[in-house]
């Protein structure tokens, strides 16, 4: 991380220890199912993509010819549809007018061409929102699972091309019921200010909204061994090792924002300590 980077979160983190996030309308959520085990990092071949902490596991699935969402925009879009699902109490939500002012709520700037911000959100929404969600938990004493499709249906009355252009109709998105239980029963509190400062990389978003998750309950120290932590983020490194240190590295631009949580690099793996919530002021939604 050159010094530019770091200057700049050091300056947001600054702004989020200043002011409660709900105070400053920052409260936001996230999806619990997907913090617990995490979306693809990168581009994946073929169309189901499985991730597991423990006894639970998550598989995600998609039709082949359109693909499963990967990178920070499926990331920042899930914390969107969580929060407005918390807020508005409605499974239809509206993504408003205008394809840049959806872009500005999500903290991504318009910008054009085949590798541009407007051809990455709409691709990856088109992913997202044709995924298909399947839980499980398998112990000695019980197996159990839920199959959840994400959304129902959706209206997206974007142009890229002119990506200010108002439109005569909201775009908009029905979440599945089963979905919209799922993430507002149970969401994990965050600071949404933390989520834009962090979207550079898709697992630093991971790990902070893990261990704003896994910090709110903890209640004595614990150690994640690295293996376990590397089937969790990150099972597509090549070695522990290497998936450690890609890990360190984003956990120390985390530690920059959520400068409460209390974590330790053993040799037997990551060691977590009772910290202070990153969401002080948020409501006990969550159970361990």
Same mark, same amino acid.
């Given at each position: ?10 300056? !947001? ?51 082949? !010819? ?15 549809? =969580?929060?407005?699902?918390?807020? =508005? ?38 992913? @997202? ?36 252009? @108002? ?37 630093? @978003? ?60 053993? !040799? @037997? ?20």
């Amino acid at each position: 991380m050159n010094n530019k980077n770091l200057d700049k979160l050091i300056t !947001e983190a600054l702004a989020i220890e200043a002011e409660e996030a709900k105070e400053a309308g920052a409260l936001g959520y996230m999806a619990r199912s997907l913090v617990q085990a995490t979306m693809p990092h990168k581009q994946t071949k073929g169309n189901e993509f499985v991730r597991k902490n423990g006894a639970f596991t998550l598989s995600m699935m998609s039709p082949s !010819e359109i693909g499963l969402p990967y990178g920070t925009i499926p990331r920042l879009l899930v914390s969107w549809l =969580t929060t407005e699902a918390v807020r =508005t109490k409605e499974p239809t939500l509206l993504l408003g007018d205008t394809l840049s002012g959806f872009m500005s709520e999500i903290g991504l700037v318009p910008t054009g061409g085949r590798w541009g911000s407007i051809t990455r959100l709409k691709q990856q929404t088109t992913r @997202l929102f044709s995924s298909f969600i399947s839980c499980s938990y398998s112990s000695d004493e019980l197996s159990a699972g839920r199959n959840i499709s994400m959304v129902d249906e959706y209206e997206l009355w974007w142009t890229p091309k002119n990506p200010n252009q @108002l439109h005569v109709f909201d775009s908009k998105v029905t979440l599945n019921k089963r979905f919209f239980d799922e993430i507002t029963t149970n969401p994990v509190p965050i600071d949404m200010r933390a989520l834009k400062a962090l979207k550079r990389s898709p697992m630093a @978003l991971d790990i902070y909204c893990w261990l704003t998750y896994r910090l709110f309950y903890l209640r004595k120290p614990t150690v994640i061994p690295w293996a376990a932590l590397e089937v969790q983020f990150g099972a597509d490194y090549a070695r522990t090792r290497a998936f450690k240190e890609a890990f360190l590295t984003q956990l120390r631009k985390v530690s920059v924002v959520y400068p409460e949580a209390r974590v330790e690099d053993t !040799e @037997l793996g990551l060691m977590l300590k009772p910290s202070s919530s990153h969401i002080a002021s948020a409501p006990r939604l969550i159970t361990e």
